[in-house]
């Protein structure tokens, strides 16, 4: 099973942001994933993605009650869509479903993304709101210091036996 990479931390900390902020679980779970391509997609300086970077551009240039295919969260957006009676994100014209979460995320947790999911809610939910709130402010504030120690805790949780780490904490 290969370790637990930023993509996953980001995926896991931004749907717990979302989740924090109102969102429905599975909403969370969409846009954790979704924000997760995103910051992937910037990183990597949006290659080959012209048309979504455009299409980002442009919907953000729009007027505010022109733009039905916009979610706000705090200062954050993404386009969203209705699909059976619930909020799904997507980028480059893709939908980011909880189907799609739990196979590209929980999935690599082997079982333990539960207790992954409750450590990213209780580690979020020691910052101010206007933290979750803003897009630089969680990525700056709670993304970027948390990453690296998240990825390895994470990992070892799902690379090694429950009866070991109950070992090596006795220890």
Not at 35 to 44: D, E, L, S, V
Not at 55 to 67: D, G
Not at 129 to 148: A, C, M, T, W
Request: glycine content about 8%; overall charge positive.
């Amino acid at each position: 099973m290969p370790g637990i990479n930023r993509f996953c931390v980001m995926a896991t900390l931004q749907a717990a942001r979302a989740y924090l902020l109102g969102l429905k679980k599975d909403e969370a779970y969409s846009w954790g994933l979704n924000r997760a391509i995103f910051y992937a997609a910037a990183k990597r300086g949006f290659k080959g993605g012209s048309k979504t970077t455009s299409e980002f551009r442009a919907a953000k240039e729009r007027e505010e009650l022109e733009k039905p295919d916009v979610f706000r969260l705090g200062n954050d957006m993404a386009y969203k869509e209705v699909k059976d009676g619930k909020l799904v994100f997507t980028i480059g014209g893709k939908l980011q479903t909880k189907e799609d979460f739990d196979r590209q995320i929980a999935l690599r947790f082997g079982g333990k993304f539960p207790e992954a999911w409750n450590e990213a809610v209780d580690l979020l939910k020691h910052y101010d709101k206007d933290v979750l709130l803003s897009q630089s402010g969680f990525y700056n504030e709670i993304y970027k210091p948390n990453r690296d120690s998240l990825a390895e805790r994470w990992t070892e949780m799902v690379e090694v036996p429950a009866t070991v780490r109950r070992r090596k904490a006795s220890s």
